[in-house]
């Protein structure tokens, strides 16, 4: 069963920096990709970052470059959203993301809950 649980949001004050975390199970496929997506309220969800499953062809939206960092671990589980110098525009829900890139499945979306980032002084 494939899952996908966010972690990390919360309060910031403008300037500030948060790191979010997504773990992924159940993922045993070669190629996909996975990232962070944000939708800020009255807003449509919006791509922000995402990284292959090579640990590869990393991507970030114009609004985060310079400021936002995504990693992955070695064992390919975990995902890191590293956020800094962030601003009120970044206040949104972000939510973690897998698409799968090949095989059968090829364009089927995975996502989380989705965790909450706040930026406000």
């Known amino acids: 069963q494939y899952r996908l649980v966010e972690s990390g949001g919360g309060l910031v004050q403008p300037g500030g920096s948060l790191r979010l975390s997504c773990a992924a199970s159940?993922?045993?496929?070669?190629?996909?990709?996975i990232g962070w997506f944000r939708q800020a309220p009255g807003k449509e969800r919006e791509g922000v970052s995402c990284?292959?499953?090579?640990?590869?062809?990393?991507n970030y939206a114009d609004s985060v470059k310079g400021r936002f960092t995504i990693s992955m671990n070695d064992a390919k589980d975990t995902v890191e959203l590293k956020m800094m110098s962030l601003r009120a525009e970044d206040t949104a829900v972000y939510y973690c993301?897998?698409?799968?890139?090949?095989?059968?499945?090829?364009?089927?979306?995975?996502w989380g809950k989705g965790t909450l980032v706040t930026v406000s002084s």
């Open positions: 990284i292959g499953s090579s640990g590869g062809d990393i």
């Open positions: 159940g993922f045993t496929l070669d190629y996909y990709a």
């Open positions: 993301n897998v698409r799968i890139l090949g095989g059968p499945y090829y364009g089927m979306d995975f």
